[in-house]
């Protein structure tokens, strides 16, 4: 039998592949950009980012969980995969548009989405909604970062 943290798993993983749909040309674009001097944990973003959706994952399978099958558990289940999505996009968006400010949008919806998420799984489920506090701190600091980079490089707005 197929367990629920499973599919979930699978969904999560699936769409992390997103990342990888840009151009190697647009990689030279993003490294001459002068990034803050406070971001030297930058080598570690892939693994931070990782556990993120490993803990989205964790928060979506308890929800499930809790009630599974049912249109308020389906909606929410919706919510979690337009939260990845939108934060998958962020890469190929931003390199495709050579925009900063493309990032700092999707960064901003992306925050958005993780605190009504969280606040919405809150009474569904508290370890849930723990799970998805990294994404909601990650997600300031990470679209904060973008918007510092629009003011050390004007022209990549």
């Given at each position: 039998?197929?367990?629920?943290?499973?599919?979930?798993?699978?969904?999560?993983?699936s769409?992390?592949?997103?990342?990888?749909?840009?151009?190697?040309?647009?990689?030279?674009?993003?490294?001459?950009?002068?990034?803050?001097?406070w971001?030297?944990f930058?080598?570690?973003?892939?693994?931070?980012?990782?556990?993120?959706?490993a803990?989205?994952?964790?928060?979506?399978?308890?929800v499930w969980?809790?009630?599974?099958?049912?249109?308020?558990?389906?909606?929410?289940?919706?919510?979690?995969?337009?939260?990845?999505?939108v934060?998958?996009?962020?890469?190929?968006?931003?390199?495709?548009?050579?925009?900063?400010k493309?990032?700092?949008?999707?960064?901003?919806?992306?925050?958005?989405?993780?605190?009504?998420?969280?606040?919405?799984?809150?009474?569904?489920?508290?370890?849930?909604a723990?799970?998805?506090?990294?994404?909601?701190?990650?997600?300031?600091?990470?679209?904060?970062?973008?918007?510092?980079?629009?003011?050390?490089?004007?022209?990549?707005?």
């Amino acid at each position: 039998m197929i367990e629920s943290w499973m599919i979930i798993g699978g969904v999560t993983f699936s769409v992390a592949f997103g990342t990888l749909f840009f151009k190697l040309r647009d990689i030279n674009w993003a490294v001459k950009l002068q990034r803050p001097d406070w971001l030297f944990f930058e080598p570690a973003i892939p693994l931070i980012w990782t556990v993120i959706f490993a803990c989205g994952a964790g928060s979506a399978t308890f929800v499930w969980e809790q009630e599974p099958g049912s249109l308020k558990t389906w909606v929410l289940m919706a919510l979690y995969l337009l939260l990845e999505i939108v934060t998958v996009a962020y890469i190929p968006a931003t390199l495709r548009a050579k925009s900063l400010k493309v990032g700092t949008i999707l960064g901003g919806v992306g925050e958005i989405l993780g605190v009504v998420l969280l606040l919405a799984v809150l009474p569904i489920s508290q370890t849930a909604a723990l799970l998805l506090l990294p994404y909601a701190i990650w997600g300031a600091i990470g679209t904060y970062t973008t918007w510092e980079m629009i003011q050390l490089n004007p022209e990549a707005a």
